[in-house]
């Protein structure tokens, strides 16, 4: 099975953020990895792996060195995707229909969302006789759609058109009275009463499977591209990554980049520094000690990169230009939305090298600002080298987007050989690479 085909069935298990954090946490187990706790105590050891949640929808994952830790390789993607999250009272209509009410997570392409069969994921909370639960809920089936409204309604549709959420975004649930209401539907799929249904985490998610396209399936398409991709490739870069003597290797898994990062679960929060420092502390490493090994760390910050749109060059920059199947993107931006600069860009470059993964450098035209990622708000928890890549992909942030077969191999490749890597910073803007 190639990568690609392992990232399509995480795609499929991953409609939420919840299921995605479930899903890599599934697959660390298989590989050894041992869960921990954020409110237990913590005995870790030289060599051991391990890894924790956070509000289930945010993951980290750690293998500890078996010699002295010198540094960290790390990498971090996101479990979220633009999409629209149900109202706790979320059943709303008129007398002939039942709509559900929503509202939008993140900057998505209203459009194309629109007439195709969509579902709804996430978690809900149950009452239980010991207290309270969270339990993953899934309704898999065509269940909703959010109807266009007809061109002969709207005769100028298609020279543009401002989609407004709560007018024309409110998905169809179907004709009042013809069955089950949604609260009733999910506390059937938790397994509870209905009355045992406390609260929700609900989100729209669309039906599509992963596909492959072109004449030799050289694309694929599917939903949640942006950013699974990437949280799926660098995990699997971490599995199949041999042990660092002396580098600690961590995957992190955030929830919340889409709205900016700064929730106890997002990028921008205690979650990494808390585990590298309870890691640290578990190895008997003193304050300079573990300031030395962050100095002597690189991360990775992965999420993918506009390729050239066939129908639209010109938004690409002339020279930066990246195409799918073109191998890991590295992504610059003067004005630091992406935290690259020449000299992680050049480090991270000789590994890839080393491992004969391809590389391509994206950089937005001058004249578009572009959007930003994990790493320059993740540098404000823990501020050491990082590294903005991906992999080039079109149609971002629509309900299902396309990206090139080969890519999550290239990604993964250099996910491994960075883990494995062997370098020493030696002095500032010097790199000893074994």
Request: with cysteine; charged share 20%; hydrophobic share 40%.
């Given at each position: 099975m190639?990568?690609?085909?392992r990232l399509?069935?995480y795609?499929e298990h ?8 479930a899903?890599?946490?599934a697959?660390?187990?298989?590989g050894g990895?041992?869960?921990l ?11 051991g792996q391990?890894?924790v ?11 500890l060195?078996?010699?002295?830790l010198?540094?960290w390789?790390?990498?971090?993607a996101h ?14 209509g ?7 009410e929503v509202?939008?997570?993140?900057g ?12 709804v994921a996430?978690?809900?909370v149950?009452?239980?006789?010991e ?7 899934y309704l898999?089936r065509d ?13 100028d549709?298609?020279?543009g058109?401002?989609y407004?959420?709560?007018?024309d975004?409110?998905p169809?649930f ?13 506390a059937r ?9 406390l609260?929700?985490?609900i ?5 599509q ?11 694929f398409?599917?939903?949640?591209i ?18 660092n ?8 898994l ?58 639209f060059p010109?938004?690409?920059?002339p020279?930066?230009?990246?195409y799918?199947?073109?191998?890991v ?5 003067a004005?630091q ?8 860009a050049?480090l991270f470059?000789?590994?890839c090298q080393r491992?004969?993964?391809p590389?391509?450098?994206?950089a937005?035209?001058a ?45 993964s490749?250099a ?6 890597a ?13």
């Amino acid at each position: 099975m190639q990568t690609l085909d392992r990232l399509m069935t995480y795609l499929e298990h991953s409609p939420s953020p919840f299921h995605a954090a479930a899903s890599a946490a599934a697959l660390l187990e298989e590989g050894g990895f041992v869960r921990l706790e954020e409110g237990d105590a913590w005995a870790l050891k030289p060599g051991g792996q391990y890894y924790v949640t956070r509000n289930q929808s945010s993951l980290i994952a750690f293998r500890l060195p078996s010699d002295p830790l010198t540094g960290w390789r790390m990498t971090a993607a996101h479990s979220d995707s633009p999409t629209f999250r149900v109202k706790n009272d979320g059943m709303g209509g008129d007398k002939r229909y039942a709509r559900l009410e929503v509202e939008g997570y993140g900057g998505m392409n209203c459009a194309s969302w629109l007439d195709r069969p969509l579902t709804v994921a996430g978690r809900v909370v149950v009452r239980t006789p010991e207290g309270v639960e969270s339990r993953l809920v899934y309704l898999d089936r065509d269940l909703l759609t959010i109807p266009s409204l007809a061109i002969h309604q709207q005769r100028d549709v298609n020279k543009g058109h401002e989609y407004n959420l709560q007018r024309d975004m409110q998905p169809l649930f179907g004709l009042n009275g013809a069955g089950e209401d949604l609260g009733e539907q999910l506390a059937r799929a938790a397994g509870v009463e209905y009355g045992d249904l406390l609260s929700t985490d609900i989100v729209l998610c669309p039906r599509q499977r992963p596909v492959r396209l072109g004449a030799a399936g050289e694309l694929f398409q599917a939903p949640r591209i942006d950013d699974l991709a990437c949280a799926y490739a660098t995990l699997e870069g971490l599995l199949r990554a041999g042990p660092n003597p002396a580098a600690g290797q961590v995957y992190c898994l955030f929830d919340n980049e889409e709205v900016g990062s700064g929730t106890r679960q997002g990028a921008m929060s205690s979650f990494l520094p808390d585990v590298l420092t309870r890691a640290a502390l578990a190895l008997g490493l003193g304050e300079e000690e573990r300031r030395r090994a962050l100095a002597n760390s690189l991360l990775l910050s992965a999420d993918n990169g506009h390729a050239v749109h066939p129908n639209f060059p010109e938004k690409a920059d002339p020279e930066n230009r990246v195409y799918p199947n073109g191998g890991v993107v590295v992504k610059l931006n003067a004005s630091q939305k992406y935290t690259t600069t020449g000299l992680t860009a050049g480090l991270f470059r000789a590994v890839c090298q080393r491992a004969g993964v391809p590389v391509q450098v994206f950089a937005n035209r001058a004249d578009e600002p572009g959007g930003s990622t994990l790493g320059n708000l993740l540098s404000h928890a823990v501020s050491i080298p990082m590294v903005d890549i991906g992999m080039a992909q079109l149609a971002m942030h629509a309900a299902v987007e396309t990206a090139g077969s080969q890519d999550p191999e290239h990604l993964s490749r250099a996910c491994t050989a960075f883990f494995e890597a062997n370098f020493t910073q030696c002095a500032d803007g010097r790199y000893v690479l074994g």
